[in-house]
Protein backbone atom coordinates (compact mmCIF):
# COMPACT_ATOMS: atom_id res chain seq x y z
CA UNK A 1 0.00 0.00 0.00
CA UNK A 2 1.40 3.56 -0.73
CA UNK A 3 1.24 6.58 1.05
CA UNK A 4 1.47 9.87 -0.85
CA UNK A 5 3.31 12.62 1.06
CA UNK A 6 2.57 16.15 -0.03
CA UNK A 7 4.70 19.69 0.63
CA UNK A 8 3.33 22.05 -0.18
CA UNK A 9 4.71 26.08 -1.33
CA UNK A 10 8.16 26.64 -0.33
CA UNK A 11 8.85 23.55 1.44
CA UNK A 12 11.43 22.86 -1.43
CA UNK A 13 14.07 25.52 0.12
CA UNK A 14 14.05 23.83 3.01
CA UNK A 15 17.70 23.87 4.38
CA UNK A 16 18.28 27.69 3.19
CA UNK A 17 14.66 29.14 3.43
CA UNK A 18 14.87 30.66 7.26
CA UNK A 19 17.00 27.91 9.06
CA UNK A 20 16.21 29.52 12.23
CA UNK A 21 12.48 28.58 12.11
CA UNK A 22 12.62 25.41 9.64
CA UNK A 23 16.42 23.29 10.54
CA UNK A 24 18.98 22.87 8.16
CA UNK A 25 17.42 19.70 7.29
CA UNK A 26 16.94 19.62 2.85
CA UNK A 27 13.64 17.95 1.61
CA UNK A 28 15.72 15.72 -0.07
CA UNK A 29 16.98 14.39 3.12
CA UNK A 30 13.73 14.13 5.23
CA UNK A 31 12.29 12.54 2.17
CA UNK A 32 14.73 9.61 2.18
CA UNK A 33 14.01 9.32 5.84
CA UNK A 34 10.89 8.79 5.20
CA UNK A 35 11.43 6.51 2.44
CA UNK A 36 13.50 4.19 4.42
CA UNK A 37 11.21 3.87 7.40
CA UNK A 38 8.39 3.45 4.99
CA UNK A 39 9.66 0.35 3.49
CA UNK A 40 11.20 -1.00 6.66
CA UNK A 41 7.64 -1.07 7.80
CA UNK A 42 6.45 -2.45 3.84
CA UNK A 43 4.72 0.69 2.80
CA UNK A 44 5.45 2.31 -0.76
CA UNK A 45 6.05 6.04 -0.23
CA UNK A 46 5.57 8.73 -3.04
CA UNK A 47 6.16 12.35 -2.61
CA UNK A 48 4.96 15.40 -4.32
CA UNK A 49 5.65 19.02 -3.99
CA UNK A 50 4.35 22.07 -5.61
CA UNK A 51 4.45 25.54 -4.96
CA UNK A 52 0.48 25.90 -7.12
CA UNK A 53 -2.53 25.22 -4.51
CA UNK A 54 -4.25 23.53 -7.93
CA UNK A 55 -1.73 21.39 -8.39
CA UNK A 56 -1.85 20.63 -4.57
CA UNK A 57 -5.37 19.96 -5.12
CA UNK A 58 -4.97 17.54 -8.19
CA UNK A 59 -2.22 15.36 -6.26
CA UNK A 60 -4.97 14.93 -3.54
CA UNK A 61 -7.85 14.12 -5.92
CA UNK A 62 -5.47 11.76 -7.69
CA UNK A 63 -4.95 9.59 -4.69
CA UNK A 64 -8.24 8.30 -5.13
CA UNK A 65 -7.05 6.33 -8.42
CA UNK A 66 -3.60 5.86 -7.91
CA UNK A 67 -3.47 2.87 -5.40
CA UNK A 68 -2.73 5.72 -2.42
CA UNK A 69 -4.13 4.03 1.31
CA UNK A 70 -3.17 7.66 2.73
CA UNK A 71 -1.97 10.98 2.91
CA UNK A 72 0.37 12.87 4.75
CA UNK A 73 0.65 16.27 4.19
CA UNK A 74 2.31 20.14 5.50
CA UNK A 75 0.06 22.12 3.27
CA UNK A 76 2.30 25.03 4.39
CA UNK A 77 1.42 28.78 4.19
CA UNK A 78 -1.81 26.96 2.34
CA UNK A 79 -2.93 25.83 5.80
CA UNK A 80 -3.93 29.08 6.57
CA UNK A 81 -6.00 30.10 3.39
CA UNK A 82 -6.72 27.37 1.46
CA UNK A 83 -10.65 25.94 1.69
CA UNK A 84 -9.70 24.30 -1.79
CA UNK A 85 -6.78 21.82 -0.21
CA UNK A 86 -9.57 21.51 2.83
CA UNK A 87 -12.31 20.50 0.28
CA UNK A 88 -9.76 18.22 -1.83
CA UNK A 89 -9.45 15.85 1.43
CA UNK A 90 -12.59 15.67 2.63
CA UNK A 91 -13.64 14.48 -0.31
CA UNK A 92 -11.35 11.73 -1.36
CA UNK A 93 -12.02 10.40 2.43
CA UNK A 94 -8.40 8.89 2.62
CA UNK A 95 -6.89 9.25 6.19
CA UNK A 96 -4.72 11.91 6.40
CA UNK A 97 -2.63 13.79 8.63
CA UNK A 98 -1.50 17.03 8.65
CA UNK A 99 2.32 18.03 9.41
CA UNK A 100 4.01 21.19 10.45
CA UNK A 101 8.16 21.75 11.02
CA UNK A 102 7.40 24.98 13.21
CA UNK A 103 4.49 25.24 16.14
CA UNK A 104 2.62 27.34 14.71
CA UNK A 105 0.90 27.64 17.28
CA UNK A 106 3.90 29.82 18.94
CA UNK A 107 4.42 31.90 15.80
CA UNK A 108 1.85 34.90 14.40
CA UNK A 109 -1.56 34.97 15.27
CA UNK A 110 -2.42 34.31 11.08
CA UNK A 111 -0.75 30.91 11.92
CA UNK A 112 -2.46 29.98 14.45
CA UNK A 113 -5.82 29.21 12.29
CA UNK A 114 -5.34 25.69 9.90
CA UNK A 115 -8.25 24.96 7.64
CA UNK A 116 -7.18 21.64 7.49
CA UNK A 117 -7.18 20.13 10.81
CA UNK A 118 -11.01 19.61 10.89
CA UNK A 119 -10.61 16.88 7.79
CA UNK A 120 -7.09 15.08 8.99
CA UNK A 121 -7.00 12.46 11.55
CA UNK A 122 -4.23 14.15 13.59
CA UNK A 123 -1.98 16.97 13.19
CA UNK A 124 1.72 17.15 14.25
CA UNK A 125 3.90 20.20 14.79
CA UNK A 126 6.37 21.63 16.20
CA UNK A 127 8.92 19.05 16.34
CA UNK A 128 11.25 20.15 13.22
CA UNK A 129 11.67 17.39 10.41
CA UNK A 130 11.12 14.55 12.89
CA UNK A 131 7.41 15.78 12.39
CA UNK A 132 7.47 14.45 9.72
CA UNK A 133 8.27 10.87 10.91
CA UNK A 134 5.97 10.95 13.98
CA UNK A 135 3.14 11.43 11.34
CA UNK A 136 4.70 8.64 9.34
CA UNK A 137 4.37 6.45 12.32
CA UNK A 138 1.09 7.75 13.16
CA UNK A 139 0.01 6.79 9.02
CA UNK A 140 1.46 3.48 8.96
CA UNK A 141 -0.66 2.77 12.36
CA UNK A 142 -3.57 4.32 10.85
CA UNK A 143 -3.17 1.77 7.91
CA UNK A 144 -2.37 -1.33 9.82
CA UNK A 145 -5.65 -1.13 11.63
CA UNK A 146 -7.61 -0.83 8.81
CA UNK A 147 -5.88 -3.58 6.93
CA UNK A 148 -6.44 -5.63 10.16
CA UNK A 149 -10.26 -4.18 10.29
CA UNK A 150 -10.81 -5.38 6.92
CA UNK A 151 -8.96 -8.98 6.86
CA UNK A 152 -11.42 -9.49 10.27
CA UNK A 153 -14.18 -8.35 8.37
CA UNK A 154 -13.22 -10.33 5.01
CA UNK A 155 -12.57 -13.32 7.44
CA UNK A 156 -16.00 -13.27 9.08
CA UNK A 157 -17.72 -13.75 5.33
CA UNK A 158 -15.69 -16.89 4.96
CA UNK A 159 -17.58 -20.28 5.51
CA UNK A 160 -16.18 -22.07 8.99
C1 LIG B 1 4.79 25.36 8.00
C2 LIG B 1 4.14 26.49 8.80
C3 LIG B 1 3.42 27.47 7.88
O1 LIG B 1 2.81 28.49 8.64
C4 LIG B 1 4.41 28.09 6.92
O2 LIG B 1 3.75 28.95 6.02
C5 LIG B 1 5.22 27.09 6.19
C6 LIG B 1 5.70 25.91 6.90
C7 LIG B 1 5.65 24.43 8.87
O3 LIG B 1 5.93 23.32 8.42
O4 LIG B 1 6.05 24.81 9.98
O5 LIG B 1 5.57 27.28 5.03
O6 LIG B 1 3.77 24.58 7.42
Known sequence: MKIK???GP???MLGV???????????EDINTNMENFAKQNG??????????EGDIVDAIQESVTDGTG???????ALTHTSIAIRDAL???KLPAIEVHISNTAAREEFRQK?????VVAGTITGFGPFSYHLGLIAMIQI???LKQAQAAQAAQGQPQ
Not at 17 to 27: D, F
Not at 70 to 76: E, K, L, R, V, W
Request: net charge negative; glycine share 4%; charged share 15%.
Open 143 to 145: LNE
Open 70 to 76: GIIINPA
Open 5 to 7: VIH
Open 114 to 118: SLISS
Open 10 to 12: NLN
Open 43 to 52: FEIEFFQSNH
Open 17 to 27: REPNIYGPMKL
Open 90 to 92: AAV
